[in-house]
Nanobody, 126 residues
Framework: QVQLVESGGGLVQAGGSLTLSCADS????????MGWFRQAPGKEREFVAA????????YYADSVKGRFTISRDNAKNTVYLQMNSLKPEDTAVYYC???????????????????WGQGTQVTVSS
């Protein structure tokens, strides 16, 4: 099993910045990629960004490209999501996730992500 624990959510004004963290532990050798998803009230959970454990390749949703940056500190077993130029439409519960696959098709498919964190609320006020 892999355990994921998120932190760093909160309330921020539009145009502001926030950094989320996700610490992983357990049988992480089975994981090829870590990622972030978000779910706004009344909407489906959507992909935000992913980073490959080996090589550091990244992939972003178009809606956050240029504003969000995903990174990883392997020494701390932690993945970060730096969110800049936040908009009210970025308001959602953000979830950290882990998957054993690295293909665009797999990254965008919820069922391919085996492990999930508990979620952290991000609220952007206008």
């Amino acid at each position: 099993q892999v355990q994921l624990v998120e932190s760093g959510g909160g309330l921020v004004q539009a145009g502001g910045s926030l950094t989320l963290s996700c610490a992983d532990s357990g049988r992480t050798f089975s994981i090829d990629a870590m990622g972030w998803f978000r779910q706004a009230p009344g909407k489906e959970r959507e992909f935000v960004a992913a980073i490959r454990r080996s090589g550091g390749n990244t992939y972003y949703a178009d809606s956050v490209k240029g504003r969000f940056t995903i990174s990883r500190d392997n020494a701390k077993n932690t993945v970060y999501l730096q969110m800049n130029s936040l908009k009210p439409e970025d308001t959602a519960v953000y979830y950290c996730a882990a998957t054993p696959k690295w293909t665009v098709v797999a990254l965008l498919r919820l069922s391919e992500w085996n492990y999930w964190g508990q979620g952290t609320q991000v609220t952007v006020s206008s």
